[in-house]
């Protein structure tokens, strides 16, 4: 039943309304920027008077575009399935059964969200230096994947331990094992969550800039969002160009959220819920 009375409706709506328009106008101008024509000085939100796209064909060509998105997709795709993959396995061990030591574990991954990358970026470069993995991909996809389980576990385990736990008791009853439980019972219930989890962590990976500028000094293997920062300092007084690459970099995670947006939002609602 909706208890909330009609001002806290209308607070909720107007603090909605102030926070989707912060978010729109950074979004609104750098794409009209991205639309003058090259070499026009751009300052806040300013309406073009003759719209141009050949800004984003130029950005494309001379930052290498092709090559960097490829690069980032590779990331992306060595990183989004074995997150999930590690993350409901532990999720499903630390959410549904009495481990020794379980609550320990948890707390161990929950003590690795507080942990900024930039606080471990220097150690690892060593340590990936010293295993031959510096300037190279895997090494990449390596660290991100445990960069990302902290909270990938946690929000599984989340999941898990808010499913109901008759589910997981009749079918122990019936038979079924540990591995037929999860994969027959609950992966299926969790289709919106690992969606949504599966997003964050594509975004995530696609935007890590500190990391891969120092995992990987080669150039020709940089990443779009390490590329993007390049071609800023190469072209730091035209604007629209810029904006053209900005927009471009932030594409693939702007049609990914359309295209799955049901599912992310359900995951939220989800978890909101469910926490």
């Known amino acids: ?27 609104l101008s750098v794409f009209l920027a991205s639309l003058q024509p090259a070499g026009t000085p751009v300052v806040g939100l300013t309406w073009p008077e003759r719209w141009s796209w050949d800004n984003y064909e130029q950005a494309w060509s001379v930052a290498g575009f092709s090559d960097l998105i490829r ?32 609550n320990a574990v948890a707390a161990f991954f929950i003590a690795g969200l507080t942990i900024p990358v930039e606080l471990i970026v220097v150690p690892l470069y060593f340590d990936l230096r010293g295993l ?56 299926p219930l969790a289709r919106p969550s690992l969606m949504t989890l599966g997003l964050l962590v594509f975004m995530w990976s696609w935007n890590q800039f500190l990391l891969v500028l120092v995992l990987i000094q080669d150039t020709t293997k940089h990443t779009a969002p390490a590329g993007l920062g390049f071609f800023v300092g190469q072209n730091s007084t035209d604007i629209p160009t810029l904006a053209a690459g900005t927009i471009i970099v932030m594409l693939p995670i702007l049609i990914l959220f359309v295209v799955f947006q049901r599912s992310f939002i359900a995951g939220l609602l989800q978890g909101a819920t469910k926490g």
């Open 71 to 102: 690069h980032s997709l590779t990331i992306a795709v060595g990183v989004v399935p074995a997150s999930l993959v590690l993350a409901a396995l532990a999720g499903y061990a630390l959410g549904t059964m009495r481990l020794p030591g379980g």
């Open 132 to 187: 031959g993995l510096t300037n190279s991909y895997l090494g990449v996809i390596l660290v991100e994947i445990a960069l990302f389980m902290p909270f990938s576990v946690f929000w599984m385990r989340t999941h898990f331990q808010s499913t109901p736990a008759s589910l997981v008791e009749a079918a122990r009853i019936d038979g079924a094992s540990s591995g037929t439980i999860l994969l027959r019972i609950l992966l």
């Open 1 to 27: 039943m909706n208890t909330a009375t009609r001002s806290e409706r209308w607070s909720g709506y107007a603090l909605l309304t102030v926070m989707a328009i912060a978010v729109v106008i950074p979004f």
